[in-house]
């Protein structure tokens, strides 16, 4: 069984369209998270939910809109899809008990090409 | 504002040398956790071990073993004997409390390559 598991692992899509990347964990976690790795491999984080709460947003345009439709899942929707939105997109989870540090754990990543 | 610096982009050595791979940090927080973790060519993000700021122990794993010196704001992991599984994308990552759900800050990376 996958820990956190993305959907789909691979998709090219054209400029302009809009897509959503499906994530899920089954590690009980309470906080999930959107990473973005460019095509330098620098890792950044898009958002970040504590129990369906959107916690980090870091500057990130509003064409990309994160959904958590409960503790379990987070999907990330993109509109109006652009060239430089080509990345590899990394959903991630980890427990936030009120202390900070609890380890995070990557799905396998979503690659999206924007042709 | 916290920063990571890897400032190895690329280091390639012969299978069972020994290898060092680099990170810096910075950051205001007396409180905070450092991580390490791989990125193999198959593209997903393991993770490989996690310290935080209070631990300053040494930590071996195997073949792989992490030295923390606060002192100079390091976090260096050593891979011994190494072997061509290890050619991977490494990456250090800090974490400091961001009002309720961590996030990681990450370095760059270090390609590893491991030569037959």
């Known amino acids: 069984d996958t820990a956190v598991s993305q959907t789909p692992k691979y998709l090219v899509t054209q400029m302009g369209n809009d897509k959503s990347i499906k994530c899920e964990q089954n590690l009980g976690h309470d906080t999930m998270y959107w990473y973005k790795q460019d095509s330098k491999k620098f890792l950044k984080i898009m958002f970040s939910y504590n129990n369906k709460e959107l916690i980090i947003n870091e500057t990130v345009p509003n064409r990309f809109s994160p959904k958590s439709p409960d503790k379990a899942h987070l999907n990330l929707h993109i509109n109006s899809l652009e060239l430089g939105d080509s990345a590899v997109y990394f959903c991630?989870?980890?427990?936030?008990?009120?202390?900070?540090?609890?380890?995070?754990?990557f799905g396998e990543g979503s690659w999206l090409t924007v042709v | 504002a916290q920063k990571v610096t890897q400032a190895q982009t690329e280091i390639s050595v012969v299978e069972k040398e020994d290898v060092t791979l680099d990170c810096v940090y910075e950051?205001?927080?007396?409180?905070?956790?450092l991580f390490w973790y791989k990125q193999p060519p198959s593209g997903e993000l393991v993770f490989l071990i996690r310290r935080n700021s209070f631990d300053e122990q040494n930590e071996i794993s195997g073949r792989y073993s992490w030295n923390f010196q606060k002192s100079t704001s390091s976090f260096n992991f050593t891979i011994t004997a190494s072997q061509v599984v290890d050619s991977a994308v490494y990456f250090c990552a800090l974490s400091e409390d961001r009002g309720g759900a961590d996030g990681l800050t990450f370095g760059k990376g270090t390609h590893l390559i491991i030569q037959p």
């Open positions: 950051t205001r927080d007396t409180t905070y956790y």
């Open positions: 991630a989870s980890s427990y936030r008990t009120g202390r900070s540090g609890n380890t995070i754990y």
